[in-house]
């Protein structure tokens, strides 16, 4: 049957529609037509046969200028080329006998943040591949996910100490599905890394270890295995470098912000030319899951203990025997420092080769074999990264005057040092002392009050709105000395504050012990 027009004019008046009306709606009919299906719209030329809008010159013309714009950049290629080196790693760990949650083992530093993170999302919604620890009654089998990546065509690979810590069984999956079983070669609690190996493997894809640093801003590639999925890629860029989470010393973390997950950790974050710069190994996250603050082990730190676990199954590092802290601008004020800047020693380790090359409280450390010190995190990477046995020249501000030590390091210990004993502080209920009205506080003699120790003044009471509650003097606190003299009476502290203020000083430096650890802290004197 022909399609042809309808014949209008039959039509009564009030059925004929406008021609406007009707020529408004064909064209709103075809332009959906269009829109909807997007296929090629066709008019009618003059002569009436069809014509293809998508070929005329004005076309031809947006073509043209779209094709010059640069497309957004993909990273297909150099996933292509690094993912067969990332590896699935499963653990097997035999829970131990059940304790109480406040005595539970964590693979971190107490107090850091990374253990509270443990804490908090230990077990099923713990930090990215964290094995579960959590739930009581031992003697069951406890399985945990992680991440890793291979760094020889030989098996070696490398993942987090948080992953492996503790295992009996390591079990890693390749890209390509295969599973091997896996010996853990060593561990570093203090940077969280590990190193295992496959066995019964070779000729396997590895990844390079990235020579230089990232720079903030720079993309990277975060491959693992979140949450058992395996295989996962995700990208960001560097947010930050040289992040102190407060885990320990030796925190030097890159930050990135690609998605990082419960089972991420160990994983390797690959820059554009697919070298690793960093091994995934903690996030900052409220719920549990990704926020996009992530935490990496920078490349160069890898190498140096990775070297070593495979050399001798252990990281051994220079250690001075020295409780060190930050200079602020109050304490440099004090000390008479133009710049803040060097590691204040708050208290050397008896014996230890600081104390014994004669490196005494309140000493500030500004140089290590003629290399400025930046800070007391820099001083510890320094130290940390010399090996034990080696010589070393310390430049040494003491009491105003600049010197030089000479000492031979000593090996860190494995385990934390004895702190201080200070008796059991928390049966000790000061309740009397003499007023130090300068500062805020009252103080007694420590020898006074049962397990406060024989040196210094104990403080035991803090106006809430002090000087000293600003700088976080709280009642149970020993004062050791003020502006390097010690104390043993409040008239002892009265009298050195008094001297700082005749010296035009604006603040008067105190050396505290606080739970079995001694610091510095610049206290503002109040004036009249």
Not at 110 to 121: K, L, N
Not at 212 to 229: C, Q, T
């Amino acid at each position: 049957m022909t399609d042809r027009p309808t014949d209008l004019s039959s039509l009564p008046s009030t059925q004929k529609p406008r021609r406007g009306l009707f020529s408004a709606r064909k064209f709103a009919l075809m332009a959906s037509v269009v829109a909807g299906l997007g296929v090629a719209a066709y008019g009618l030329s003059p002569q009436g046969t069809p014509l293809n809008l998508f070929s005329t010159s004005a076309h031809a013309q947006v073509a043209n200028e779209v094709s010059k714009v640069a497309r957004p950049v993909g990273f297909a290629d150099i996933v292509e080329r690094v993912k067969p080196s990332v590896i699935s790693v499963k653990v097997n760990i035999a829970e131990k006998v059940a304790k109480n949650d406040s005595d539970e083992d964590t693979p971190f530093q107490p107090g850091s943040p990374m253990e509270r993170f443990f804490r908090r999302f230990g077990g099923e919604n713990g930090i990215p591949g964290m094995p579960g620890r959590g739930g009581r009654g031992g003697g069951r089998a406890v399985t945990g996910q992680g991440s890793g990546f291979f760094i020889s065509a030989d098996g070696y690979a490398v993942t987090n100490n948080h992953v492996v810590d503790g295992a009996d069984k390591v079990e890693v999956t390749t890209d390509d599905g295969k599973t091997y079983s896996a010996k853990v070669i060593g561990t570093d609690q203090r940077t969280d890394l590990a190193l295992i190996k496959v066995e019964g493997a070779s000729n396997l894809p590895f990844a390079k270890l990235a020579d230089g640093k990232p720079r903030i801003g720079d993309w990277v590639l975060a491959v693992g295995n979140p949450f058992g999925l395996g295989g996962t890629v995700t990208a960001g860029i560097v947010s930050a470098v040289g992040r102190d989470i407060g885990n320990g010393p030796y925190d030097d973390f890159i930050q990135i912000d690609a998605p990082v997950n419960k089972g991420n950790s160990g994983g390797p974050a690959f820059d554009v030319d697919g070298n690793v710069v960093g091994v995934n190994t903690a996030i900052y996250s409220p719920s549990g899951g990704s926020v996009g603050i992530a935490f990496s082990i920078p490349a160069s730190t890898v190498k140096s203990v990775i070297a070593q676990l495979k050399d001798n199954g252990s990281v051994s590092r220079g250690w001075i025997g020295v409780q060190i802290q930050p200079v602020t601008q109050d304490i440099a004020d004090s000390l008479g420092m133009k710049k803040a800047e060097g590691a204040l020693v708050a208290e050397p380790q008896a014996n230890g080769p600081a104390a014994k090359a004669g490196i005494v409280s309140g000493d500030v450390i500004t140089a290590v074999n003629g290399e400025p010190v930046k800070d007391a995190r820099e001083l510890a990477r320094t130290i940390g990264g010399i090996a034990p046995g080696a010589a070393v020249k310390l430049n040494v501000l003491s009491k105003g005057q600049e010197k030089t030590i000479n000492l031979t390091l000593g090996k860190l210990p494995n385990t934390v040092e004895a702190k201080a004993d200070t008796g059991d502080n928390d049966n000790a209920s000061p309740t009397r002392g003499a007023d130090v009205p300068k500062l805020g506080m009252t103080v007694a003699p420590a020898s006074s009050v049962a397990g406060a120790g024989k040196d210094g003044v104990i403080v035991t009471q803090v106006d809430p709105k002090s000087a000293a509650a600003d700088r976080g003097f709280k009642e149970g606190d020993v004062i050791l000395e003020v502006a390097g003299k010690s104390v043993t009476s409040a008239g002892d502290v009265r009298e050195a504050i008094n001297a700082a203020k005749a010296d035009n000083k604006n603040s008067v430096l105190m050396r505290v012990k606080s739970g079995g650890q001694s610091r510095f802290v610049a206290v503002p004197l109040a004036k009249g």
